[in-house]
């Protein structure tokens, strides 16, 4: 299936991969295309990236959604037969609403928004942001508002943090040393409470200015404010991990031509599999291309070279530090060639791969973005 076929055909479209190979670069490109082709799409963003929500004509991205003005698709002579609209997850406003949901009662559903641990837990356990994520996309997903949401997803050291973001965030709150707070708390005397809240600060000094008593009691209404939770929390958090394995839901893989990045999508993709999950394509983004050789030998180009360069730069460098520059450029194609066909090769006839070239500049505007998703949507 060519990855417009993707985006025609599914509700869910989610990039993944490893940090800094362009995953919302290729996220916005691919919401640009389906929007210019007809639907109504929503960009779920998790970077605060300005350059992105500058391409999208935004002054930021925010966490309530913004319409991208059909005007700025006409000056860039583009046209948008359907609708875009962007937004940024707000990790902790997923996590609030969440409480909010399955608290049994409004008193019950305070006392967590209030404790102190939650804010730290909800703002800054690692994997929150992935599981948040997650649950954003269960969420919007029966939105009849949208016919296609692209989520951007986290820059994760690892893209495999992500499929097992819910079930790590359950097992951190269900955890024995949560549970061993409680005890303490439940079981031991008031007087016990001062030498373990010392301890216990001392390893989550991230949790702010609190001590001792203060300390376990944050710690004990946080843990009876979960357990309150802990019945739907759990459901909901295999309800999420099943949305992931919908038919609906599409997965992009995003890698540059690093061989070590795309080792890592490579490993991601089997992952996917192993887990039922759809890998619908592979982007290969930030291609190097092979450019010929120019011929720069002639004194009219020389001349025309010499307009560009810095004064400071000899007539008779150029030519040595143009050919050193290129040189350098077409080791570098040949290298990222290498590794295109060798994935094309491996992974070729299963899954759709794409190639998006390394521009030379950043993708910093609407028509930059609907390049790059004219090079994602190119029939192969
Ligand atoms: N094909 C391209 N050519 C040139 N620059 C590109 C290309 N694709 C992305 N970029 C630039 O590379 C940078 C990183 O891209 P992007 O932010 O999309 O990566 P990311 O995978 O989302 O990163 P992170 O893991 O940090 O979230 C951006 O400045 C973007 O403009
Ligand atoms: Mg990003």
Redesign the pocket.
């Known amino acids: 299936m060519s990855l417009a076929e993707v985006l025609g055909s599914h509700r869910v479209v989610v990039t993944v ?10 996220a916005a490109a691919m919401a640009v295309h389906a929007a210019m082709d007809g639907r109504k799409v929503l960009c779920l963003t ?2 605060p ?1 300005r ?2 929500a500058n391409s999208l004509g935004l002054d930021e991205m925010t966490t309530s959604e913004q319409d991208v003005p059909s005007s700025l698709f006409e000056t860039h002579g583009l046209q948008c037969k359907g609708s875009l609209s962007a937004m940024m997850l707000d990790t902790k406003r997923t996590f609030d609403d969440l409480v909010a949901r399955h608290a049994s009662s409004e008193e019950a559903r305070d006392r967590i928004l209030n404790n102190q641990i939650y804010k730290y837990v909800a703002s800054s356990l690692a994997g929150t942001q992935e599981y948040m994520a997650m649950e954003k996309l269960h969420e919007v997903r029966k939105d009849p508002t949208w016919d296609l949401v692209v989520l ?1 997803t ?2 994760t050291a690892s893209a495999l943090d992500f499929l097992t973001a819910p079930e790590r965030l359950i097992d951190a709150i269900d955890s024995p040393a949560m549970r061993w707070f409680l005890q303490v708390f439940e079981g031991a005397g008031k007087e016990a409470f001062g030498l373990v809240g010392r301890g216990a600060t001392v390893l989550l000094r991230g949790i702010g200015k609190i001590t001792g008593i203060e300390f376990l009691e944050q710690v004990a209404e946080f843990v009876s404010g979960i357990n309150d939770l802990f019945g739907g929390f759990k459901e909901r958090a295999e309800q999420v991990s099943d949305a992931l394995r919908s038919p609906e839901v599409a997965f992009v893989l ?1 890698t540059s031509p690093n061989p070590l990045a795309i080792g890592e999508a490579r490993f991601f993709s089997d992952k996917l599999q192993e887990a039922g999950m759809k890998r619908e394509a592979i982007i290969i ?2 291609v190097h291309t092979l450019i010929p050789e120019p011929n720069i030998s002639s004194e009219a180009q020389v001349a025309e070279l010499r307009m560009v360069l810095p004064e400071s730069l000899d007539a008779a460098d150029i030519h040595p530090r143009l050919s050193e520059a290129l040189k350098l450029e077409r080791r570098w194609a040949v290298a990222d060639r290498t590794e295109v066909e060798r994935l094309n090769e491996q992974v070729g006839a299963e899954t759709h791969i794409v190639e ?9 505007d609407l028509a930059a973005l609907a390049k ?1 998703a004219s090079y994602l949507t190119m029939a192969s």
């Open positions: 991969g490893s940090g800094g190979v362009g995953k919302t670069t290729t998790i970077d990236a350059r992105l951007d986290p820059p995003v983004n930030q998006v070239p390394a521009f030379d500049e950043d993708v910093h790059v």
